[in-house]
């Protein structure tokens, strides 16, 4: 009985791919499925160390997949919308690297009762105001960068009313009102 043979491409030919930031369409890093198993699998060479750990690591914990050899790390408005699309709780945990501008003055103008309890998705918001308006990096310094980085401050004080207040309406109401006043009186600080 004859054998058969199975032609298959090489491994290093077959890629990978994965993409999608909410609301930025999409980017494809691409990598040869071998070393995306290989790094799954822990195997991690020091030319890999070298080559850009924190991407490969932030890669894998944000289920992109990775770029390919040769290929540029992501960008840095790549890594603030990755930055910018967390949740509260680990944009909190976020190393504060360059050359991003970490600043933040809390919860401007909120009475300290709202300003400790969003206190973190109001840091989440300085950090989008500061890098993307025209005051720091100037990564989005238009209408519907500061709508989007508004936008996201009410999903994160919404989910920390979920998560700390069970979703309970004032908490809601209370965010709601930040909102409306960052989106009122917001205009100042992101386009200065």
Sequence with gaps: ??????????????????????????????????????????VVTTRAVAAGMVTTAMALVLGLALPAPGASALSVRETADLIMNLGYADFAEQPQAEPFDWTTDGCTATPPRQARRFRQACEQHDFGYRNYGRGGLALWPEEDGRKWIDSRFLTEMRAICRDRHGGADWCRDQARVL??????????????
């Design 179 to 192: 909102y409306d006043a960052v989106r009122l009186f917001g205009r100042f600080a992101y386009f200065d």
């Design 1 to 42: 009985m004859p054998s058969r043979v199975c032609s298959r491409p090489p491994r290093s030919t077959l890629i990978a791919t994965r993409s999608t930031i909410a609301d930025q369409g999409s980017i494809a890093m691409r990598r040869p499925l071998s070393s995306i198993r290989a790094v799954a699998a822990g």
